[in-house]
């Protein structure tokens, strides 16, 4: 059973939860499952879980929401760093009346992952971070060059497709800003802290292959960096490396995210 602040249902609720100068659209299943909280890539939506959630079935609790500015109905905010996105993860917990969660996040959302699990040892049973939080300098001169001149050309369609929820309501600037920051906080010297001071069950699954924006075997490269954090930490394992790419892992590859969420989460564990 989950420790809750609150009495559970077994009734799915969807609402906005406010937080600061926004509010978020939340999801939760409800239930008296493993509460497991689902962090999104930088600019995806919480539809991009749906495949895992099904395969993982009733018996989790599933908690899902769009960030900020993100999907059809989040609202826009003055603030898009990483610190707001994980005072975000507590805001939405609080919210659900949840205390201790499983987070699970891909691509930016493995970032939140690792750096709210490795900040709250006492709340987090775990986390499965995927294809994303490998530490590795890939972020220079150049690179943000690419970035920013990456979002200036698509710029000018970005605001036909907000309507569908597709695309953030964020302008090219904040999303160049908040790639580089992410590129900031990925450098070896801040994330390698963070992963080697975490204390609970982490799995990682990887992808092959390039995603959006790399060149070559950048992601390759980037990915290896793992080989040194699982070296230094026994609570970091790598639990699958699938064919799928970055972009296409939660669709093609959801089978080995849920299993690694019971490789962490077994139903029959006690998480009071």
Not at 72 to 99: N, T
Not at 100 to 125: E, I, K, Q, T
Not at 224 to 234: G, Y
Request: charged residues 25%.
């Amino acid at each position: 059973m989950n420790k809750n602040s609150t009495p559970t249902t077994d009734t799915t609720w969807t609402g906005m939860v406010p937080i600061d100068d926004t509010a978020l659209a939340v999801t939760d299943t409800g239930g008296t499952g493993i509460p497991v909280v689902y962090l999104n890539g930088q600019f995806a939506t919480q539809g991009y879980w749906r495949r895992v959630i099904t395969e993982l079935g009733p018996g989790w609790r599933h908690i899902t929401y769009d960030e900020r500015a993100r999907g059809r109905k989040s609202k826009q905010s003055a603030d898009y760093s990483f610190e707001a996105a994980v005072r975000d993860v507590d805001a939405v917990l609080a919210a659900r009346g949840v205390d201790r969660a499983l987070v699970a996040g891909w691509s930016y959302g493995a970032f939140v992952g690792a750096h709210w699990a490795s900040r709250n040892p006492d709340r987090a049973l775990g986390a499965v971070l995927i294809d994303g939080a490998q530490p590795y300098d890939w972020l220079d001169e150049a690179m943000e060059r690419r970035i920013r001149k990456l979002f200036g050309r698509m710029g000018w369609f970005l605001p036909l497709l907000r309507p569908t929820g597709l695309t953030p309501r964020m302008n090219a600037r904040q999303m160049a800003d908040t790639n580089i920051e992410l590129g900031k906080l990925a450098r070896e010297h801040d994330l390698a802290p963070v992963l080697d001071a975490i204390t609970v069950p982490v799995r990682y699954v990887v992808a092959s292959g390039a995603s959006l924006g790399s060149k070559g075997d950048e992601q390759e490269r980037i990915r290896a960096a793992l080989d040194a954090v699982t070296a230094r930490n026994p609570n970091i394992r790598i639990s699958a490396k699938v064919a799928s790419n970055h972009d296409a892992i939660l669709k093609k590859d959801f089978t080995a995210v849920a299993e690694a969420v019971r490789e962490i989460t077994p139903l029959d564990q006690d998480t009071n």
